[in-house]
């Protein structure tokens, strides 16, 4: 299996401030079509979890351009510019391009 | 709009079998693939299986010899039994389409001894 490493664990961040979790897979994510299948998910407590991020780089409807995904084959980061209350909570990386799709263990971003 | 919803029993005994139902609108099981996520109390996701839009399926290797997922696209349902439970099959089972876009609340299953 797949196996996602998502540093670090958790986050302390003051409101308005910018930061960045890295998540790195133990083999490409690169389909055979091409595509690259990392996706983004928050959870905030008591919630399900929600897709901000597909396939890298691309926005879900909805979600403010403060988020941003970078990387390639192995090597993902998710930054979030001028942090939010709302953004506090659990984010995991998430990988559809092998079987079992595997998640990172996840990064608690919470206030400082 | 799209919604999933998890229904069936809160508790469960140790040995027996978790028999789920997702129900969804806002898309066809035919066009689109579901998969059954769980994640036990205060831990991160577990990838528990998929089916297909094509009716194939796909499971953890962990858990294939428990696990069957089935449909009825007539209903817009999906189903998940798995068997021989144990305590720490205690979780929050999510069903999920769209590549992790769209969610069901969760249903929380309690297994116990």
């Known amino acids: 299996d797949v196996v996602m490493t998502q540093t670090p664990p958790s986050l302390s961040v003051a409101i308005g401030q910018s930061v960045s979790i890295s998540c790195k897979s133990s083999?490409?994510?690169?389909?055979?079509?091409?595509?690259?299948?990392l996706h983004w998910l928050l959870q905030s407590s008591g919630r399900s979890p929600k897709r901000l991020i597909y396939q890298v780089s691309n926005l879900d409807s909805g979600v403010p351009d403060r988020f941003s995904g970078t990387g390639s084959q192995k090597d993902f980061t998710l930054k979030i510019s001028r942090v939010e209350a709302k953004d506090l909570g659990v984010y995991y990386c998430a990988q559809t391009t092998h079987f079992p799709n595997t998640f990172g263990a996840g990064t608690k971003l919470e206030l400082k | 709009q799209v919604q999933l919803k998890e229904s069936g029993p809160v508790l469960v005994q140790a040995s027996e079998t978790l028999s789920l139902t997702c129900t969804v609108s806002g898309f066809s099981l035919t066009n689109y693939g579901v998969i059954w996520v769980r994640q036990p109390p205060g831990k991160g996701l577990e990838w528990m299986g998929i089916?297909?839009?094509?009716?194939?399926?796909d499971y953890n290797s962990a858990l294939k010899s428990r696990l069957s997922i089935n449909r009825d696209t007539s209903k817009s349902q999906v189903f998940l039994k798995m068997n021989s439970l144990q305590t720490d099959d205690t979780a929050i089972y999510y069903c999920?389409?769209?590549?992790?876009?769209?969610w069901g609340q969760g249903t929380l299953v309690t297994v116990s001894s």
């Open positions: 089916i297909w839009r094509n009716g194939n399926t």
């Open positions: 083999q490409s994510l690169v389909y055979s079509d091409g595509k690259t299948y």
């Open positions: 999920t389409g769209g590549w992790f876009a769209y």
